[in-house]
């Protein structure tokens, strides 16, 4: 297949839901015997626990004899991240903790407003001339802004992005048309997360309330996002219509979910889905169903009515 799959981490850490080094070299190699190899990082990870998630992996220097190749965002979601300055220790301790002297992609993990982008751009150009990582990735910027980074490093000769990081799934395909063309135009690779919604395929139900700790939990960081994006009726009706025509094939919200987006999705040669878990089950579950090929014609068909039943709800494709 030409859709990579890359590992994501956000749930590692000892405040997060794989809570040992041990665990994680488990799922390590059981991602790793389906032959994949890239893992995605963050600063943040585990949300509110920052740290935890990079050195977990560099505990397990998971980048020996290349193994596997290793993603991270920079320190963000915060008023003067994207300086210079911080810029430069965020890579510091993030290498630190990774142990290693470089990433594959280093990324600007979300927009920080109040530091010009020329700056934050110039500091990434910088690192990218030491050798601190091969590719330049942007996470949740939006179309203009991901085209004003394009421009300047044409214009300036400076490093280009590569990698762009966005929620994308069957109920939430707005970068089919917004996001998606930019990125293609400029040759920018897109990495979809939250192929499952965070379990709103199948872990959350109309009316009822999440279970406390879970990623719809509103006393949570990912929980507020979440609820934000998904929490609608038309897409609470929308997930109902996919578990009813899933149910006469046999097939399950998360299959469908996984399968569609590696299949029959947008996503093309040099894209990539970032696989999420909560366990070493659950992610062997998922692997499986990424491997299952196409879907049958029935149900591609019905995925695409519901989108137009709900795409004007659907979560936005950047912040």
């Known amino acids: 297949m030409t859709v990579d799959l890359i590992l994501g981490t956000n749930n590692v850490g000892g405040h997060g839901k794989i809570k040992t080094v041990e665990a994680m070299a488990e799922i390590l190699e059981l991602y790793h015997s389906h032959g994949n190899k890239y893992l995605d990082c963050a600063y943040i990870y585990p949300a509110g626990f920052p740290g935890e998630a990079e050195s977990f992996l560099g505990e397990l ?20 991240a994207h300086t210079e300055q911080s810029i430069y220790n965020s890579i510091k301790v993030q290498l630190e903790r990774l142990k290693v002297d470089k990433v594959r992609t280093l990324y600007l993990h979300a927009p920080d407003r109040t530091v010009s982008f020329e700056e934050s751009h110039r500091a990434m150009n910088e690192l990218y001339k030491q050798g601190k990582f091969e590719r330049f990735g942007l996470s949740n910027y939006n179309v203009k802004e991901i085209e004003e980074f394009a421009e300047r490093a044409r214009k300036n000769g400076w490093v280009a992005p590569s990698s762009y990081e966005g929620l994308y799934n069957i109920v939430s395909r707005r970068p089919e048309t917004d996001l998606l063309p930019v990125l293609r135009k400029y040759n920018i690779s897109f990495y979809a997360y939250s192929p499952l919604a965070s379990g709103f395929f199948s872990n959350i139900k109309r009316g009822q309330a999440p279970a406390p700790g879970s990623q719809f939990d509103p006393a949570t960081f990912n929980g507020t996002f979440n609820q934000d994006w998904f929490f609608k009726d038309d897409l609470f009706t929308a997930v109902e219509k996919l578990t009813e025509v899933g149910e006469k094939h046999g097939i399950s919200n998360n299959e469908i979910a996984l399968r569609w987006l590696r299949n029959h999705s947008q996503l093309g040669k040099g894209d990539a889905i970032l696989v999420g878990y909560s366990k070493i089950d659950q992610l062997k579950q998922n692997l499986e169903y990424l491997e299952g090929g196409p879907l049958p014609e029935e149900i591609v068909q019905a995925i695409d009515s519901i989108w137009e039943t709900i795409k004007d709800s659907a979560p936005e494709s950047v912040m």
């Open 61 to 80: 220097n998971v980048t020996d004899n290349g193994k596997f190749v290793v993603d991270t965002k920079l320190d963000s979601f915060r008023d003067g």
